[in-house]
């Protein structure tokens, strides 16, 4: 699949989970929290991140780039062969646009419903958040 091609097809995808698009990242607006997902490149391999932040711990007027309470890399393939950064790449060239379409639907679903369900409670519960911030972590009665 050709690069423009990949980008159309994220934001569509992303639009249609109900991310906005804001420059290059796709933000998230949820009740309890604020998740914002960019593309990210390192040492040659293209993944996605995502932050998020707890809307009640930071003022409005503050630029979303400048708050965060959690950096989470995101994983497109879950398969045992995938090891290190690799399990977290984006292979858009050998992907045709329904295999990708199907991967990036299923990515959303996997990790952000649970957001949509009960954003803190589902933080207060998963130990994958334990990077968070002191704030957050006092917030969520963790500490």
Known sequence: MEKRIFNKLTKEIFLEYGFIKEKNNYILNLEDVTIVVKFCSWRGVKSFNYYFYINELYDES???????????EIKMEHTPELRGYHA?????????????????????????DPYKKNALQFLRDNDYCMCLTKKARQYLGLI
């Open 88 to 112: 977290h790449e984006i292979l858009y060239e050998e992907y045709d646009e329904m295999k990708y379409k199907e991967l990036l639907t299923t990515m959303l679903h996997r990790y952000f």
């Open 62 to 72: 503050v630029p979303f780039e400048k708050k965060f309470d959690s950096v989470i």
